[in-house]
């Protein structure tokens, strides 16, 4: 299984930036995907979720601003991020909980990471 994330980039405050991630490989299923981030000096944290059947969850710093979604049937799952602010500098990483197999569970992949930069 891999999770393949692009769209990051550098961008000036105020601006939009899209985030996309698809996940290919061996997959049974996906439980909900979502979009994580390491600013400098920081620890990993989630940014939005969003499960299978459509249900999102925003950290509250980016409430109004950030809007996560995914499309089941080509495992994908995008953030458009929009009024981008300095401190959402940070290292972006897609999240999903994917099974492999009818009997497997499901377990938590990640992607490669892509640089967000909010600077003018």
């Known amino acids: 299984v891999q999770l393949q994330a692009s769209g990051g980039g550098l961008v000036q405050p105020g601006g939009s930036l899209r985030l996309s991630c698809e996940a290919s490989g061996s997959i049974f299923g996906i439980n909900g995907m979502g979009w994580y981030r390491q600013g400098p000096g920081k620890e990993r944290e989630l940014v939005a979720d969003i499960t299978i059947s459509g249900r999102t969850n925003y950290q509250d710093s980016v409430k109004g601003r950030f809007t996560i979604s995914a499309d089941n049937a080509k495992n994908t799952v995008s953030l458009q991020m929009n009024n981008l602010k300095p401190e959402d500098t940070a290292v972006y990483y897609c999240?999903?909980?994917?099974?492999?197999?009818?009997?497997?569970?499901?377990?938590?992949?990640w992607g490669q990471g892509t640089q967000v930069t909010v600077s003018s």
């Open positions: 999240n999903a909980d994917i099974k492999k197999t009818w009997y497997s569970s499901f377990n938590a992949y």
